[in-house]
């Protein structure tokens, strides 16, 4: 069983053009929605993202996946790793963001823009600052406005939600548990991406015991979007020596 989890940007939906080549080389994927987006509302009791997903797992009976993320997915992948490492069969992890984020002038810049317009009540404005900080300059309209779309539904889903406490994270609890993970770790960045984020994968890649890193060259934040068939190639690759 594959499992894909969406970046922060987007929903399960971001998944669609590889659905169908993981079907046809005999994997059988699903792709979920984490809370807050997508058609999944943040309930008032919610579990941490983390445990939403292994508890999904347990739900549909499946013992043991290898976990695909994206972004944030990737931090809610790993985390699951480190929750329930007899859960999770491998990691493949694109644009994680760094355990100890220090964020560079580019980042801050984009949290700082997108906050300011969600504060006014501007949720085009905000929407807008999340497709310019996120996308490549070049992306195509049909990508930009298939992520505005994710984006803007995730935003009427999170400012409509009750207030909930963050979650402990786990590697906060356990630092060097990346260490000590035993499945193997594929850590992807594109080569165009927030220095944070090429940092971070780099960081995965070395610190987990059988962890490696792959670039692609000119993908951004988003590599499954914004170049699927590169994407689609090294996944399956990936599967392939599993």
Excluded: C, Y
Excluded at 8 to 34: K, N, Y
Excluded at 65 to 81: N, Q, Y
Excluded at 176 to 191: C, E, F, M, T, Y
Aim: proline fraction near 9%.
């Amino acid at each position: 069983m594959i499992l894909l989890l969406h970046a922060g940007v987007a929903d399960r939906t971001m998944w669609r053009e590889h659905l169908e080549p993981l079907a046809e080389s005999g994997h059988q994927a699903i792709a979920v929605d984490l809370p807050g987006f997508g058609d999944a509302p943040v309930a008032a009791d919610r579990q941490a993202p983390w445990d939403e997903v292994l508890k999904t797992l347990r739900e549909l009976g499946v013992e043991r996946a290898v976990f695909i993320g994206s972004s944030f997915g990737a931090a809610v992948a790993l985390r699951a790793a480190v929750r329930a490492p007899a859960a999770v069969a491998a990691l493949m992890l694109v644009s994680p963001p760094p355990l100890n984020l220090d964020p560079s002038s580019a980042l801050q810049q984009a949290w700082d823009a997108e906050e300011s317009a969600l504060a006014s009540g501007d949720i085009d404005g905000a929407v807008a600052a999340v497709l310019d900080a996120w996308l490549l300059p070049n992306a195509p309209k049909a990508i930009r406005d298939r992520v505005g779309a994710m984006q803007r539904k995730a935003f009427e889903l999170q400012l409509s939600a009750p207030e909930v406490a963050q979650p402990p994270d786990p590697l906060d609890q356990r630092p060097d548990a990346i260490r000590h993970l035993k499945l193997p770790v594929l850590a992807v960045a594109g080569s165009a991406d927030m220095p944070d984020f090429i940092a971070g994968a780099k960081e995965v890649a070395d610190l987990a015991p059988h962890g490696r890193l792959a670039m692609i060259d000119g993908a951004g934040h988003l590599a499954p979007l914004e170049v699927p068939n590169e994407f689609t190639s090294l996944m399956l690759e990936f599967l392939s020596d599993l």
